[in-house]
């Protein structure tokens, strides 16, 4: 399984950015997929996650700006980020079972 993350940049606080995480796994459609962050000097924490039912979850910082989704037909799972915030900065990962996307930078300047 590989999975590549893209999307990631600098945006102002307030702004938005959308990130895409591209999947080879053949069982896609099955799986449920998560995003994760990591901030400098901090442990990697869940974001959001969506099952094989697209019943999505998140954490309790991001709720109502963030929305997860999926696109089973073009193995790709995405986030969107809106409103972000100075806290928002980190690397964010897709994680689908075991397996890691690389990480991609979300950095947000107040």
């Known amino acids: 399984v590989q999975l590549q993350a893209s999307g990631g940049g600098s945006v102002q606080a307030g702004g938005s950015l959308k990130l895409s995480c591209a999947a080879s796994a053949a069982l896609f459609s099955l799986s449920g997929l998560d995003w994760y962050r990591q901030a400098p000097g901090q442990q990697r924490e869940l974001v959001a996650s969506?099952?094989?039912?697209?019943?999505?979850n998140y954490a309790d910082s991001v709720k109502g700006r963030f929305t997860i989704s999926r696109d089973n037909a073009k193995k790709m799972l995405y986030l969107q980020m809106n409103n972000l915030k100075a806290e928002d900065t980190a690397v964010y990962y897709c994680?689908?079972?075991?397996?890691w996307g690389q990480g991609t930078q979300v950095t947000v300047s107040s």
């Open positions: 994680k689908l079972a075991t397996w």
């Open positions: 969506i099952s094989s039912t697209r019943i999505t």
